[in-house]
């Protein structure tokens, strides 16, 4: 491995310095000449029908062109999540309804001239709501006596069980073993469940789309998403407009966390683009994120354990109620996420239930968001697993170590459980979790610290907590990733990629990838990535697959320009192919020395002999997700008096395989765990008795500033997952399902008291230990 | 209303309300799309200029009460020798990854910077908790100025 001249090497992200100039465009800085700007209405309440819907005085504002409605749009069922087709998501949304389902439903849309009369007219839409009950708790969304969200002819594209008068979106059984026996042969059973809650993704660009026309007529949308192709498709479906016509192009994005895993907005761009023959905008305000976009999903994780003396669990039943709010979107995948990629993490459990069910509320929609289920799974198994550990008096790192799944070994839970269809068998070709478990204990100082509750002030006592986890590396049998090559005149090439760089820096990994196949240094690779009229296809940036999965179709496309390259190079050398070596932007015949350098080779085959472009493209799919692991750990510094916990180290030991870019590696990692340690202690969705988020902006939904954050230390331990180019596996998200379960297992270690629900803010800690009588 | 200052080094003169966004008019007028809107209401700092070398969030601030005032954006600012040693320290330490907070991040380092050359963690900490990151964690944007410090000797 250490001959690499790119791979595992922090070269600088190839667009760091056009995003620090400010220089590179993001959606809203396209000049779209003339554009019409679109402003939403949202429903205020949580369950209605539309009695009546008057529009004449908002198109009667000045500059107003266009007012849209159910009235005036077709009807056309879908699912706005961005998935692979047929997306698993139940087809229950349409663009514009009679009937609104939650506070943050779309209701109209009016264009205009300027963004202040569209905002205008939208206020003079006169809307009559009939009001229907309400279903906020997910408790109860399947009793008789709950009132019916979806009452049409919603479906679903893929044989699932899709429930809607029950109000359940997707339902999931898997199991296998002899639960009961299992439970009677146990010492003890250890029951509980665990909570989690709305967040938003918070990424700092909002949602935005512009739709424009080409010389020709074609449909032009530039949006910030995170699957391009699947805009595309889904645009064409839902406005009948033909694939070919439409082209879409993402440029930098904002950051996406799976929030712009959604298709949104391009829908109503298009929409009004098509209607009016003129260019359209619209940018969401951050409070239309807050309670319009997408969220992680509020689930209940109903843990049951049979443990034996030792710590050996003889059976396990996850029970996983998830609110889906009022749409299906990612109803099934997350919900099976929970326990496909939690499950399997402790594959000797002989006897096992998963049980799982997403429900309809008249709450905000959840969807994709970063550790997709598997955070909510975690932080249920985590805490559990320290409970068991502590009951059979051992250190949770010692069990963890004992009980985890290992290299060489598989798990039936792996194929019994997939992302909306079966899963697939697979067998762990690199697992580093006991390294990442010890480096990360000596980092945090856990022997030292764990059990010893040291004062560090007045009423202040400190405690450690840990977590482990896996993700996955894309969805096997499902993603697909496409990338093509050619050669220019001077030896560099360009590289096209459908995948998705939304601010991750795949679009450097990726060239890392090329350049390593190629060796020559990453500066000589351009790349363009996800512009669907210029770039090969990929299911995009979202499931932990680009590295993987793209990064597969890099180094396929790649070889196959090395291959070309070598039957070049050989006759000009007048060497064999095989004696031949790719050095340093050269061809060195071993044998004799000579060489010949790219630019060479290029001039030789675009302009003297047997003249021919050098180009490929090659396509990847997966036949299975090799998981990377995590082992997360947090010191906390409980105050008894207010039950305020602050988090004062945290450290991630992530075995991501061979990393490709180790800065960015970590970049992702730390981003992944302050962004899950704000959702852990402070991040939540406020709503009053009728449904309405009462928060929806920073300064009360409130995110970790840097003021806020603690000692962050992590540690890339390298693996090599031979099934990956150059040993990689992702890295993405899994740094986000160690921060709750991790600060909750130091809480109780700091002051006894089990945290069953986030976010762990003050008062609930207080109210906790009110609760136990520990304060 | 005609309102006249100091834009990027260059003077400005324009008319119109008074109560304008200046967010709205450095982009809408002057094409300085370096300049994010990420919240609307003076939380995200992805707006941040320098207004006579105090940092401000210009999604908050009329532009009527820029009149006569100096006003630098990454636009201008990315043209001095600060900024490269702040742009090479960023990108060495990965303190950029959407890049859509980084200008606003950048332009908070400045601020601290002038201030102070060479500021402590805590102090560094304090100077861009008025800038939201989703993406980095913000570890790395600490080292990148911390970064920018140690090699921009002299320079602040």
């Given at each position: 491995m250490g001959d690499y001249i790119n791979i595992g090497r922090s070269v600088r992200k190839i667009d760091a310095l056009s995003l620090a100039t400010g220089a590179d465009k993001f959606t809203d800085d396209y000049e779209i000449h003339d554009p019409l700007y679109i402003a939403i209405l949202y429903s205020p309440v949580a369950h209605a029908e539309i009695k009546q819907i008057d529009v004449s005085a908002a198109e009667k504002v000045r500059g107003v062109v266009d007012v849209l409605y159910y009235g005036n749009v077709q009807r056309v069922l879908h699912t706005t999540a961005g998935q692979g087709y047929p997306e698993p998501s139940p087809y229950d949304a349409l663009l514009f309804d009679r009937r609104v389902r939650f506070v943050g439903d779309r209701v109209a849309l009016a264009a205009a001239e300027t963004r202040e009369a569209a905002i205008e007219a939208v206020k003079k839409i006169e809307v009559k709501y009939r009001d229907l009950e309400p279903l906020f708790d997910m408790e109860k969304a399947m009793d008789e006596s709950a009132p019916r969200i979806h009452v049409d002819d919603e479906y679903t594209k893929i044989p699932a069980e899709y429930r809607p008068e029950q109000n359940l979106a997707a339902e999931i059984k898997i199991g296998f073993g002899d639960l009961e026996r299992g439970f009677n042969e146990a010492d003890f059973i250890e029951e509980q469940s665990y909570r989690m809650h709305y967040a938003s993704h918070c990424a700092i660009e909002p949602h935005t789309s512009c739709a424009y026309f080409d010389d020709r007529g074609r449909l032009v949308i530039v949006t910030a998403t995170q699957v391009p192709f699947h805009v595309r498709r889904i645009v064409s479906t839902v406005?009948?407009?033909?694939?070919?016509?439409i082209r879409v192009i993402k440029p930098r994005i904002g950051g996406g966390f799976g929030g712009k895993q959604e298709v949104i907005l391009e829908p109503l761009v298009a929409l009004v683009a098509w209607r009016n023959k003129r260019p359209a905008k619209v940018v969401m305000s951050r409070k239309e994120v807050f309670i319009s976009s997408r969220t992680r999903h509020p689930m209940r994780v109903r843990l049951k354990t049979g443990v034996k003396r030792d710590g050996r669990i003889s059976a396990i039943e996850m029970d996983c109620l998830m609110n889906t709010g009022a749409y299906g979107t990612h109803a099934l995948t997350v919900l099976a996420n929970a326990g496909g990629k939690v499950l399997p993490l402790f594959n000797k459990i002989e006897n096992l239930k998963f049980h799982g069910r997403s429900v309809y509320t008249n709450l905000p929609v959840g969807g994709a968001y970063r550790g997709y289920g598997a955070t909510q799974g975690y932080f249920a198994f985590n805490q559990h697993m320290d409970i068991i550990a502590r009951r059979t008096d051992q250190d949770i790192t010692d069990f963890f170590k004992r009980w985890h799944i290992r290299e060489g070994e598989t798990s039936a839970v792996f194929k019994a459980l997939g992302e909306g269809k079966e899963g697939v068998s697979q067998v762990i070709n690199s697992c580093k979790l006991d390294e990442c478990i010890d480096r990360g204990a000596g980092a945090i100082g856990w022997h030292g610290k764990r059990g010893k509750r040291i004062e560090s002030g007045r009423n202040r006592v400190k405690g450690m907590g840990m977590a482990i986890a896996m993700q996955g590396s894309g969805i096997p049998g499902i993603d697909m990733a496409a990338a093509s090559m050619k050669m220019n005149d001077d030896g560099s090439f360009n590289l096209y990629v459908g995948a998705t760089d939304i601010g991750t820096g795949s679009d450097t990994i990726l060239a890392q990838i090329a350049a390593e196949v190629l060796k020559i240094p990453v500066e000589m690779i351009i790349v363009l990535s996800s512009d669907t009229d210029l770039t090969p296809f990929d299911t995009g940036a979202y499931a932990s697959s680009t590295t993987y999965i793209s990064g597969g179709a890099v180094e396929k496309c790649a070889e196959d320009i090395k291959n070309q390259l070598l039957d070049t190079a050989s006759v000009m050398l007048k060497a064999e192919k095989d004696s031949l070596k790719l050095d340093a932007g050269k061809v060195i015949d071993k044998k004799t020395g000579k060489k010949v350098p790219y630019d060479k080779i290029a001039y030789h085959t675009l302009?003297?002999?047997?003249?021919?472009q050098i180009q490929a493209q090659a396509s990847c799919t997966a036949s299975e997700s090799p998981p990377p692991f995590i082992a997360q750990f947090a010191e906390v510094d409980v105050d008894r008096s207010t039950g305020k916990a602050e988090v004062v180290k945290f450290v991630s030991a992530v075995d991501c395989g061979q990393p490709v870019n180790p800065v960015l590696a970590e970049g992702q990692v730390e981003g992944a765990v302050v962004n899950g340690l704000s959702y852990a202690l402070c991040e939540d969705y406020i709503f009053n008795s009728k449904g309405r988020m009462v928060n929806p902006r920073f300064w009360d939904y409130k995110i970790y500033t840097a003021a806020d954050i603690p000692e962050i230390i992590t540690i890339v331990v390298n693996s090599f997952e031979k099934s990956g180019p150059f040993g990689v596996k992702s890295v993405g998200e899994i740094g986000i399902n160690g921060p709750a379960p991790a600060v909750a297992n130091a809480i109780f270690d700091a002051v006894g008291v089990r945290m069953y629900e986030t976010p762990m803010t003050p008062e609930k800690v207080w109210k906790r230990m009110k609760e136990e009588g520990v304060n | 209303m005609k309102i006249s200052f100091v834009l990027n080094g260059r003077d400005v003169l324009l008319d119109t309300d008074p109560l304008r966004r200046l967010l709205d008019v450095l982009r809408d007028e002057f094409n300085l799309t370096g300049v994010k809107e990420g919240c609307g209401e003076g939380e995200c700092g992805a707006c941040s200029v320098l207004v006579n070398d105090k940092i401000m969030y210009?999604?908050?601030?009329?532009?009527?009460?820029?009149?006569?005032s100096r006003v630098l954006t990454i636009e201008g600012y990315r043209e001095t020798e600060r900024y490269k040693v702040l742009q090479e320290a960023f990108t060495e330490a990965g303190?950029?990854?959407?890049?859509?907070?980084t200008p606003g991040f950048i332009m908070a380092a400045e601020a601290l910077l002038s201030e102070d050359a060479s500021p402590d963690e805590k102090s560094i900490r304090e100077a861009i908790s008025g800038n939201l990151c989703?993406?980095?964690?913000?570890s790395m944007i600490v080292d990148g100025i911390k970064i920018a410090s140690r090699k921009g000797r002299g320079l602040w």
């Open positions: 406005l009948d407009i033909p694939v070919m016509m302009y003297i002999q047997d003249q021919f | 210009s999604c908050i601030l009329p532009v009527g009460s820029v009149d006569g303190s950029v990854q959407c890049g859509f907070c989703r993406c980095t964690g913000y």
